[in-house]
């Protein structure tokens, strides 16, 4: 069932677990993960980047989609569509098309405006039963043409947003979009705790959940951390697994060239990656 995050996440606080965020890309993509999260009786978040939507045909066909597969799959766990690092007018374009869920990513204008922006998208998921991502700080590396630095977030500037009624906040602590550098020095706990303090009961979200290790994710989460995203590492392993397809030859063996045959190793791939992660994460069994 298509739902605000805001339950799950206020469950995820207080049970000292994370709901992952796995972004999608397709078809392929939104059953593996729907069906994972079913199968493990987890609650679990779609994240679409603005990207992504344009590739799959806009914010209605993806809305679409996923509330007809949650149909015809059968899905009871609770599913959040969520717009991942929204635009001021991505927003309102995810508000219209039927999302439950979006992330006004503000963190790089200046923090009054941000303030402004983010206050007035407050009023209107209100209204409309969504849950409201905002975020201080920048993450670290590249999504959708938008480069981050990494800063860590002001505490302060963090508090700020989360008094304005945010259902959940992005704080930049060190974490990165892709792949982590061999020289990375790993996500400031300082910083983390700093802004627990501030923002208290505040559901937070980790980007960047490809590659931190298990011990640094299990941290975070015993510090607020609510929402873990995940995309690259889904991405990864569908990757090798078509490669590994292909470069066998098991696409030239029978009818193996079928995108149905060709995909399916892909799809197994992130439905391991998906599992891996509920996991570590804790949130399986908690649906």
């Known amino acids: ?61 993806v809305a679409n989609m996923v509330k007809a ?49 983010t206050q007035e998208l407050v009023k209107v998921c209100a209204e409309k039963g969504m849950s409201l991502e905002a975020e201080v700080g920048s993450i670290g590396g590249e999504e959708d ?13 963090c508090k700020m947003v989360a008094d304005l009624g945010v259902t959940m906040l992005a704080a930049g602590i060190g974490n990165i979009h892709g792949k982590y550098p061999e020289n990375w020095p790993g996500l400031s706990f300082e ?3 700093a802004i627990s303090e501030k923002v208290g009961k505040m559901p937070l979200v980790l980007h960047g959940g490809t590659g931190i290790p298990a011990d640094m994710i299990k941290k975070a989460i015993s510090l607020g951390v609510s929402k873990i995203n995940v995309n690259t590492e889904c991405q990864l392993a569908f990757a090798a697994a078509t490669r590994a397809y292909v470069e066998a030859g098991k696409d030239l063996q029978g009818k193996g ?28 069994g908690k649906a």
């Open 69 to 117: 597969m949650i149909n015809e799959l059968g899905i009871t766990v609770p599913v959040a569509l969520h717009l991942d690092h929204g635009t001021y007018e991505a927003c309102y374009k995810c508000i219209d098309a039927g999302f439950s869920s979006i992330m006004f990513d503000g963190s790089h204008y200046p923090i009054a405006e941000n303030v402004a922006k």
């Open 191 to 193: 910083t983390l705790e």
């Open 145 to 157: 043409g938008v480069v981050g630095m990494g800063e860590c977030a002001d505490p302060n500037e």
């Open 257 to 284: 060239f079928d995108p149905r045959k060709l995909l399916a190793p892909g799809v197994d791939a992130i439905k391991a990656t998906v599992k891996e992660k509920m996991e570590l994460f804790g949130s399986v």
């Open 1 to 61: 069932m298509l739902v605000s995050a805001k339950e799950m996440l206020t469950k995820a606080k207080e049970g000292h677990y994370a709901v992952g965020q796995f972004n999608i890309n397709n078809l392929e993509w939104t059953k593996a993960v729907l069906q994972t999260a079913e199968e493990l009786k987890s609650p679990v978040i779609l994240g679409v980047s603005e990207g992504a939507a344009k590739y799959m045909c806009g914010y209605t066909t």
